[in-house]
């Protein structure tokens, strides 16, 4: 029964399927919870608002506290299940994220953050109808090198070091 209620929507529980540890399953409950049309959301950060996701920045006398925002505790719990099942994955991006995250904030957050992740790449898939395409964890690694070194020259910089290119 529920898969006849899905046959209009084989096209999008294909493209979800392509996201590493995301089954036809998965996709059906996220479809279900968000629905196909992401007109309704302007931005990736509307939709992980929407559903709870977004981390929360809550800073007082210098205390932070992190709490994400109310949303739609269904779609949020299933995203964080399913985040736990795609990090098994080893040489996935959403594996990389999770223990590049897990190391400063512990596993609970860091699968919120996979979780948030998740969500966002459903978004994008949903919105182009373009499969998912996972990147070498090297290719990957390397953006992330880059990114490291633009910080830190930027730093640099900031506290009024002059840089140059060696030779």
């Known amino acids: 029964m529920i898969d006849e209620a899905c046959q209009e929507y084989k096209r999008e529980i294909e493209l979800l399927d392509s996201i590493p540890g995301i089954d036809k ?3 059906k409950a996220i479809i279900a919870e968000i629905g ?3 007109n309704q959301f302007a ?17 007082s006398a210098g205390v932070k506290k992190g709490k994400s925002t ?3 505790r269904a779609l949020r719990a299933t995203l964080n299940e399913y985040a736990w099942t795609c990090i098994r994955n080893k040489k996935s991006r959403i594996s ?20 948030n992740l998740i969500l966002r790449l ?14 070498e964890k090297e290719d990957y690694e390397k953006i992330l090198q880059k990114k490291k070194e633009e910080r830190i020259i930027k730093e640099l910089k900031k506290v009024r070091y002059k840089i140059g290119v060696a030779s």
């Open 43 to 59: 931005t990736e950060k509307h939709l992980t608002s929407w559903a709870g996701m977004s981390p929360g920045n809550n800073e």
């Open 122 to 135: 459903c978004y994008h898939i949903l919105v182009s109808s373009i499969e998912y395409e996972e990147r």
């Open 70 to 72: 109310n949303g739609n």
């Open 36 to 38: 196909i049309k992401m």
């Open 96 to 115: 990389a994220t999770y223990w590049r995250f897990v190391k400063r904030m512990g596993p609970q957050k860091a699968i919120h953050a996979v979780g």
């Open 25 to 27: 399953d998965i996709a």
